[in-house]
């Protein structure tokens, strides 16, 4: 049983086009969040959700629109992507004050490349 | 603000070489500490941390001990492996912050 389940894993589109990167978590956490990791593997903080709600908007393009249905999903939606949206996406989840003493547990990744 | 500061990389060692990745931090309140291990095409995973001062996190032979006084939280192992190449984050998470802060990563590549 995956405990953050991202898809698609790979995603290859053109410039200008539109897509959506779908997470889902079974481990009962509170919190979200979406981080995209360039190609030197730095980690970057996007967004950030607890219970539906954001808490984190960190100078994101407003191309970028998470939405969450529910607490066990967040979903990433990217408008008109450019070349520099190229990068791996990561989805992560935490129980904030919880016993797990925030510890986030991530996805696999997404590995977006805009052509 | 919060923030971290590790070793850069890339990291080159032979095989049963001891390792260090230095890191240190700024932060407001009492944070716990975290190492987190990527490996190659997989998401982050926590490897140990230390949620308050003189603790030590220990984990697949990795250790690291939270100094207060030096705000520090460097990584050892004291025999490397091959399958111990990774990426290695350093990570703090304040009680009053909202999100983790991780540093910016450090490559291990450990050759036979």
């Known amino acids: 049983d995956t405990a953050v389940s991202q898809t698609p894993k790979y995603l290859v589109t053109q410039m200008g086009n539109d897509k959506s990167i779908k997470c889902e978590q079974n481990?009962?956490?509170?919190?979200m969040y979406w981080y995209k990791q360039d190609s030197k593997k730095f980690l970057k903080i996007m967004f950030s959700?607890?219970?539906?709600?954001?808490?984190i908007n960190e100078t994101v393009p407003n191309r970028f629109s998470p939405k969450s249905p529910d607490k066990a999903h967040l979903n990433l939606h990217i408008n008109s992507l450019e070349l520099g949206d190229s990068a791996v996406y990561f989805c992560?989840?935490?129980?904030?004050?919880?016993?797990?003493?925030?510890?986030?547990?991530f996805g696999a990744g997404t590995r977006l490349s805009v052509l | 603000g919060n923030s971290v500061t590790q070793m850069e990389g890339p990291v080159t060692l032979s095989e049963e070489a001891f390792l260090t990745i230095n890191c240190t931090y700024t932060?407001?309140?009492?944070?716990?500490l975290f190492w987190y291990v990527q490996y190659p095409g997989e998401g982050l995973q926590l490897l140990l941390k230390?949620?308050?001062?003189?603790d030590k996190g220990s984990n697949k032979g990795f250790e690291a001990t939270y100094r207060k006084e030096t705000t520090s939280f460097h990584l050892e192992k004291g025999s490397v492996q091959v399958s111990d190449s990774a990426v290695y984050f350093c990570?703090?998470?304040?009680?009053?912050?909202?999100?983790?802060?991780f540093g910016d990563g450090t490559t291990l590549t450990v050759k036979p």
């Open positions: 932060a407001t309140g009492y944070p716990s």
């Open positions: 959700y607890n219970n539906k709600e954001l808490i």
């Open positions: 992560a989840s935490s129980l904030v004050g919880g016993a797990g003493e925030n510890i986030q547990y």
């Open positions: 481990l009962g956490h509170d919190t």
């Open positions: 230390a949620t308050k001062a003189d």
């Open positions: 990570a703090l998470r304040s009680t009053n912050a909202g999100k983790s802060t």
